[in-house]
């Protein structure tokens, strides 16, 4: 399983974060996997943000009210948005397939998002 981060590398604060993962090599259709966000502050540990899988969508509680990750399977891509961002928000992004059940994952190669006026 391959996947490719894309979107802006940066946000105004108050604004929305958009990303989106396009995926190869799997499908998004498949229930073997959860699909992650994943996202690493400067300085900081990596944080797990949240996951869409075919059981539904799980957020981190202290993101909840601002995050909603979607995904398009007639493009195989899934989505993060991230509303009203402050430059606490500022990291770099990456997205993950977590194979299910197993110690397994895949990882995108990050992309960095500053947000900043």
């Known amino acids: 399983v391959q996947l490719q981060e894309s979107g802006p590398g940066l946000v105004k604060p108050s604004q929305t974060l958009s990303l989106t993962c396009t995926v190869s090599?799997?499908?998004?259709?498949?229930?073997?996997?959860?699909w992650t966000w994943i996202r690493q502050p400067p300085g900081k540990e990596l944080e797990w943000m949240g996951a869409?899988?075919?059981?539904?969508?799980y957020y981190r509680p202290s993101l909840k009210s601002r995050i909603s990750i979607s995904k398009d399977t007639s493009k195989n891509q899934f989505t993060l948005q991230l509303n009203s961002v402050t430059p606490e928000d500022t990291a770099v992004y990456y997205c993950?397939?977590?194979?299910?059940?197993?110690?397994?994952?895949?990882w995108g190669q990050g992309t960095q998002v500053t947000v900043s006026s």
């Open positions: 090599g799997g499908s998004l259709t498949s229930n073997l996997y959860y």
């Open positions: 869409i899988a075919s059981s539904g969508s």
């Open positions: 993950n397939a977590d194979l299910r059940w197993t110690a397994v994952d895949y």
